[in-house]
């Protein structure tokens, strides 16, 4: 941590970016557009204190350096009503020279898949150019966790869990039904402010089961593991290119929910209420995070905004620098990122009748 | 003893760190900037590390947190500028340095009623920074310590500071506090998304009421129409008298007060989930008990400065535990800090459990940057003191409507949308209706602050409880009525007695003569019905929701209240103290301007910005008021709107931030900053 280092780290970061620009504007050619002297806005339909505020200023510098031009990148922060507001603001927004995009969340998603009344939006009309995805581990306290017979759960079944829940219609509805199906019995405590003040209340001994996405596990479970206070139930898994659930490659030493819920009494990996939670799964998980483009962007904008994240994930030090802010995920570009659009923006009618009735029942939260 | 051997070479480490010239310069760099954007009301920390966010990434974590924590450390220093020079809470931090500094100010004591606060605050740092270091080591087991009850438990106990600044009329400050918590609760409950006092017509009511906006307009859209209208400067003294050296003396006699207050705010600071909304007043409250001649509260006395000044800085340090130790910031701009520390180096400082474990030189580096950072800020905070303090000898028609402009600003930021100048207006009015009446405006910032987590947690204890009790009667027991709540009950019940016992003697709004019964009723009436309806809305929740339990309470409650006073003031003669009316006599009654001709002026300013968007319509506000109202030249005039546009515009340019648009720019497609 001396000034040597700095000094160092500093140069090699000028020769990387130099190096990513320079191959840059070869592959962009004559055919992209040009940013210099521009400011590029980028909306987080979020405050600057969430999930999607570290995600956008991670990537920001980054995509400065390598969209041609070297515009300044600036995150703009437009909260409200659960980033509906924000949504809906970019969706009466026209493509006009390709300075404005948008970072929507699986916030985002759910209200839209849910035909929540207040969405105004629609994915169908803008223009992918990056999709992150994430995962999230269950855990619970060592006493409770002694009693899983290997895979199976069937011995919780009988267990009074407590759950610190943010919102019955937010990314918490993944785990809660995945719980539900296990057989747990898990009552919702609402009026969490974030997934961090759920991990507080299960360290403090109020909440006996909880998750978090990948890297708040990592940063505020693992020490927990360590110490013997926590041990970790299921991940949600992730997706392969077929589209099957398999061992997150995160923690590929943790089994996924579809084995765990293959192993317990009552639960089953196909059906109705298994088709509606993969779906959301999906929609909250592996295709969580997406830049967009504004309706009506350019060819050339959408290939000169994806060669540009291309850049940036084919920098030497991505890995690196990505896997301790934002996990060891897949960021998406081009053709995967547009097949991760539509999978996490479109579920089976069936499957969201059931969610939306099973919201209803469990919780009486109407969506109409 | 294991723990003190690893912690002493990581303290030595912490200042190896520290006392490198570069990492100096960016700590002095960070406290000015900090300063700078801190003296301006409503913009905190949160606006001054956005600014910073974007150089964050890949910088030397070291130099990135002497930049951050110095910006950080003084936004409660710097803001008390505002809280005593204007009577403007410029954060959450100084609600209550409101209270006894601008009657200072007013008096003509402007510096040394900052010297004081400044000292406090410095001194405040120190104790927290000396307390943190030996504390974060056995934080985390303390602090899990506190469940659910006991959060509940300390919120009561914060709302019982009402008892003391309740007013005469120790009835009408409930109804005070219990209108600010029916306020608090407007938007989509926390338990199932049902909406209280709002729909979805109305997006803008469904996300509640921002503190900025509540703060600003219950404080400072009063304190300026007032000033406004009698025409003269802040001081009611020209010579400003007592200097800097005399507030550092009054700091030194109240030292203990000072050690007490630091405590109480490191101690409620490392509570994570309240953050620091409590501390000033707990603090305040604390200084107004432990006085024994309590007549000059709320009128200038020194120790209702030197209280909530000492807490508001060591608070920043107690938050650091939550923040640090856990993962949870306890503030919006701890929340930023957090986000940004991944961004630093190579995003090796993860905070979280393993903080202490990993980086225990980082973490006490940021404690000792936040200190040190103190130290420096208030030098400098001091040293500028008696030149700024003579803002208050200025005539008070040619700094409002900068002071507009300021305020505008920063509430539009809240939620950049036009109603937020709408909401800052209406509670202005409200606030200029309560002080008016003497309804006590700090039991209603008070019961809005606290209503958000007065509700959560009792929803959430409740139901913990239950599930508890299912179990065990026991096990339910021992969750609700543990130790530290039963102590917590009982400080806080001798609180309640004692203050409504000295309430009648602290004046928090000064003293207010009474008048005639029609207008304090008229008020009454329409307090009542606002209340009535409330319980209404609430009651028309379906009653399987948790969102409707705790507004139908509070309100239940106040219109007990309110039907008490309805029949006192039935009863009483109209000299009575519950018909207090500032207009009747006293500087109200002699002002130069009327109150709706004043308050015309500011309602002009929003209807133009609906119209033609904010900058349009603070050029014609600024020319037009200098000229109509102020009287100055037509050059001055001219002069005066080109220096405060420039200085706005450069403001938000600075900070990447646009202006409320207008109807004008939905049709036509404007240049920024005109957009």
Redo the contacts between chains.
């Keep these: 941590m001396s000034l040597i280092t700095t000094t160092r780290r500093v140069a090699v970061g000028l020769v990387a970016a130099a190096a990513a620009t320079f191959s840059l504007q070869a592959h962009a050619g004559g055919h992209g557009i040009d940013l210099s002297g521009k400011t590029v806005e980028w909306i987080i339909p979020f405050s600057e204190t969430g999930g999607s505020a570290k995600w956008a200023n991670f990537y920001a510098p980054l995509l400065s350096e390598a969209l041609p031009g070297e515009p300044t990148v600036v995150v703009k922060f437009m909260p409200g009503a659960g980033s509906t507001k924000g949504a809906n603001f970019f969706q009466e927004q026209e493509y006009d020279d390709g300075t404005l995009i948008f970072g929507s969340s699986g916030s985002t998603q759910f209200p839209f898949l849910l035909s929540d009344p207040r969405v105004k939006y629609n994915y169908a009309d803008w223009n992918v150019v990056l999709a992150s995805g994430t995962g999230g581990v269950a855990y619970l306290p060592p006493d409770l966790a002694a009693k899983m017979d290997g895979l199976s759960a069937t011995p919780l079944q009988g267990e009074d869990f407590i759950y610190g829940n943010q919102g019955a219609t937010r990314l918490d509805l993944v785990p809660t039904l995945a719980w539900e199906m296990l057989g747990l019995n898990v009552e919702s405590v609402m009026g969490i402010k974030g997934r961090g003040d759920g991990r507080l209340m299960f360290e403090r001994g109020e909440a006996n089961i909880d998750y978090q996405t990948s890297s708040s596990y990592l940063s505020g479970v693992t020490p927990l593991v360590e110490a013997g206070t926590a041990v970790p139930m299921m991940t949600w898994g992730a997706l392969d290119d077929a589209g099957n659930i398999v061992r997150d490659p995160t923690f590929p030493d943790i089994p996924t929910f579809k084995e765990v819920c293959e192993a317990t009494d009552g639960c089953e990996t196909s059906g109705e209420k298994w088709d509606a939670w993969k779906a959301f799964f999906i929609a909250g998980f592996p295709a969580q995070k997406m830049v967009f483009l504004p309706a009506g962007a350019t060819a050339d904008a959408i290939a000169t905004y994806t060669a540009a994240f291309e850049a940036v994930k084919a920098r030497a030090d991505f890995a690196e620098i990505s896997g301790k802010r934002l996990g060891k995920y897949p960021q998406m570009t081009g053709e995967a990122a547009q097949t991760a659009l539509e999978s996490g923006t479109n579920v089976t009618p069936e499957a969201k009748d059931f969610v939306v009735n099973w919201l209803q029942e469990k919780y009486g939260v109407s969506l109409n | 003893m294991d723990v003190i051997m690893e912690a002493l070479p990581a303290l030595g480490d912490a200042w190896g760190?520290i006392l490198?010239p570069?990492v100096i310069g960016y700590l002095v760099l960070g406290v000015v900037m900090g300063l700078c954007i801190g003296v301006f009301p409503g913009l905190g920390g949160?606006a001054g590390?956005?600014l910073l966010?974007?150089f964050?990434?890949?910088m030397?974590?070291?130099?990135g947190l002497a930049l951050m924590v110095g910006m950080v450390a003084v936004v409660p220093t710097s803001d008390t500028f505002a809280s005593v020079l204007m009577g403007i809470p410029g954060s959450s931090a100084s609600q209550a340095t409101v209270l006894d500094g601008f009657p200072m100010a007013k008096k003509g004591k402007a510096a040394r009623a900052l010297s004081a606060a400044f000292a406090s605050s410095l001194f405040g740092g120190l104790v927290g920074a000396s307390f943190l270091t030996v504390f974060i080591l056995i934080a985390r087991p303390i602090v899990?310590?506190?469940?659910?009850p006991e959060l509940l438990m300390i919120t009561i106990f914060g709302l019982s500071m009402v008892g003391i600044l309740a007013g005469r009329v120790a009835i009408k400050g409930i109804v005070a506090a219990g209108l600010g918590m029916l306020i608090g609760t407007i938007g989509e409950g926390?338990?199932?998304?049902d909406l209280r006092m709002s729909s979805?017509d109305l997006?803008y009511l469904?996300?509640g009421l921002k503190l900025v906006i509540v703060g600003l307009g219950i404080f400072a859209i009063p304190e300026i129409v007032s000033l406004l209208r009698q025409d003269r400067a802040i001081s009611s003294e020209p010579q400003l008298g007592g200097g800097w050296l005399e507030g550092v003396r009054d700091w030194f006699a109240n030292i203990w007060l000072s050690v007490r207050c630091s405590i109480i705010g490191v101690v409620v600071g490392v509570i994570?989930?309240l953050g620091g909304s409590v501390v000033d007043w707990i603090a305040y409250g604390h200084a107004v008990q432990t006085t024994k001649d309590k007549s000059n509260f709320g009128k200038g006395e020194v120790r209702g400065v030197i209280g909530p000044e000492s807490s508001n800085n060591a608070k920043e340090g107690g938050g650091l535990v939550p923040t640090l130790l856990?993962?949870?910031?306890g503030s919006?701009s701890m929340?930023?800090f957090i986000?940004?520390i991944?961004?630093l180096?190579?995003?090796?400082i993860?905070?979280?459990?393993?903080m202490l474990?990993n980086n225990l030189d980082i973490t006490y580096s940021i404690v000792w940057l936040l200190a040190l950072a103190n130290v420096v800020g208030t030098i400098i905070c001091i040293a500028a003191s008696g030149g700024i303090a003579k803002l208050t000898t200025i005539r008070f028609a040619l700094l409002a409507p900068f002071l507009f402009m300021i305020i505008s600003f920063a509430a539009f930021q809240s939620?950049?949308?036009l109603m937020d100048l709408v909401a800052l207006f209406a509670i202005g009015f409200l606030g200029l209706m309560m002080r008016r009446f003497d309804w006590s405006r700090p039991a209603f910032l008070i019961g809005f602050v606290l209503s958000t987590p007065a509700?959560?947690y009792a929803?959430?204890a409740l139901?913990?409880a239950q599930?508890r009790f299912?179990?065990s009667f026991e096990d339910g027991l021992d969750y609700i009525f543990s130790p530290i709540v039963i102590v917590l009950l009982i400080i806080t019940v001798i609180s309640v007695v004692m203050g409504l016992r000295q309430a009648k003697n602290i004046m928090a709004e000064g003293d207010v003569q009474s008048g005639s019964k029609r207008a304090p009723f008229v008020m009454l009436l329409v307090v009542t019905g606002y209340i009535a309806y409330a319980f209404y809305d609430a009651a028309s929740i379906?009653s399987?929701?948790?969102d409707r339990t705790f507004p139908m309470f509070v309100a239940g409650v106040c219109l007990v209240g309110c039907a008490i006073l309805i029949i006192t003031m039935m009863l009483k003669p109209e000299t009575d103290t519950i018909f207090a009316d500032r207009e009747k006599s006293g500087e109200e009654a002699d002002a130069t301007h009327g109150l709706w001709p004043t308050l015309a002026w500011f309602a002009g300013l929003l209807i133009l910005t609906s119209l033609f968007g904010f900058i349009l319509a603070l050029t014609v506000f600024l020319f037009s008021f200098m000229k109509l109202r102020a009287r100055v030249s037509t050059a001055y005039a001219a002069i005066y709107t080109a220096v405060g546009l420039t200085f706005m515009c450069g403001m938000a340019w600075l900070l990447?931030r646009d202006f409320p648009p207008g109807l004008l720019q939905e049709y036509a497609d404007l240049p920024w900053p005109l957009t």
């Design positions: 760190l490198q570069v949160i590390l956005s966010l974007p964050m990434f890949g030397d974590p070291i130099l899990l310590e506190f469940r659910t926390a338990s199932s998304g979805y997006p469904t996300d994570p989930g856990f993962g949870i910031p919006g929340a930023i986000g940004a991944a961004l180096g190579s995003g090796q993860e905070v979280g459990p393993a474990k939620g950049q949308n509700e959560n929803n959430q139901q913990i599930s299912r179990k379906p399987f929701s948790r990447n």
